[in-house]
């Protein structure tokens, strides 16, 4: 009989991370592929990933949590809407997947897990609320209340990269304008060093990483500005809910303090100072992992 172990698969509009996790969340093995340009590939590349797991004499896994970008729906059990990855839209996973697994599995949205990974082995380890934000291409959220993972009514809590920070900013994947994910990700922080240098060559985000960690004014400052509406975001998620914690993940938090620290100072202001002063700020511990771990112990979980 296998002890806990679970596979994890965190899909995203570039890559499908997989793994087996432990029932204390040690990552096992780990792998990464292209994300399939179809869901059917991407279904037969799961099913036979799980093929070759369950194959195994030892360390096999017992269920699989699946992350998926978008919308999941509760009630009609299947994703409404995933932007950076289109290809799910409406798709009905479950019954999907349920032919392809012939195991125990659960769904869940891919940031959700994430929170869910942080919360139960990373940085949010412990507390009771913990708000985590994966800060990357875009920005993906999850709420931990009352020790749940907070799904809201129907499914689709903890969409933080699009709330409205900048009623002015530039239009988001999702048909709206100045969200989050618009102001504070990295496609906007390397626009924002190349309108501060008035460089017109194309940039990569790494480039402005390095120039920042340099010293570069105009790289500093294009962080700066993203962590003033990341700050604000901040702000209200602080005098909304009053979190124990909240946790920074993510690509562009791998980078150095330009980001977290002006956003830190921004949240600061834009809080009630008692319930900002209760409030732990940190970076992520899991790195790129929280979702592939998230997914596996959510596939454990009790409820
Ligand atoms: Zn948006």
């Known amino acids: 009989m296998s002890r806990g172990i679970f596979a994890g698969f965190d899909l995203g509009g570039t890559n499908l991370k997989y793994g087996l996790v432990t029932e204390g969340g040690e990552v096992l093995e780990k792998s990464s592929l292209p994300t399939p340009s179809t869901f059917g590939a991407a279904l037969e590349l799961i099913a036979s990933v799980w093929r070759e797991y369950r194959s195994r004499p030892k360390d096999r896994p017992v ?39 012939n195991a125990p599995f659960r769904v869940d949205n891919d940031a959700n897990l994430a929170a869910y990974g942080e919360w139960r082995c990373g940085a949010g380890r412990g507390v009771a609320s913990l708000v985590h934000l994966t800060i990357g291409t875009g920005i993906g959220s999850g709420l931990i209340l009352g020790g749940n993972l907070w799904h809201g009514h129907c499914g689709f809590a903890g969409e933080l990269g699009h709330i409205t920070v900048n009623p002015e900013g530039d239009k988001c994947n999702c048909g709206r304008h100045g969200c989050l994910e618009t102001e504070a990700a990295a496609p906007k922080i390397v626009k924002n060093y190349k ?15 390095d120039k920042a960690a340099r010293g570069e004014v105009a790289a500093v400052k294009a962080f700066a500005i993203a962590g003033y509406y990341l700050g604000i975001a901040l702000g209200i998620v602080i005098n909304m809910l009053n979190p124990e914690k909240i946790v920074l ?29 209760c409030c732990s700020i940190e970076r992520a511990a899991l790195g790129n992992d929280a979702g592939l771990i998230g997914a596996g112990l959510w596939a454990g979980a009790k409820s």
Request: aromatic residues 10%; glycine residues 10%.
């Open 63 to 101: 269920a699989a949590g699946f992350g998926f970008p978008g919308i999941f729906s509760l009630r009609e059990r299947r994703i409404l809407q995933a932007p950076n990855y289109p290809e799910l839209d409406n798709v009905a996973l479950e019954p999907a997947l349920a032919g392809i697994l």
């Open 249 to 277: 993940g993510g690509g562009v938090m791998a980078t150095g303090d330009f980001l977290l620290q002006a956003a830190v100072e921004e949240s600061a202001r834009r809080s009630y100072k008692a319930s900002f002063d």
């Open 195 to 209: 309108d501060l240098s008035k460089t017109k060559r194309a940039v990569k985000a790494e480039e402005v990483f």
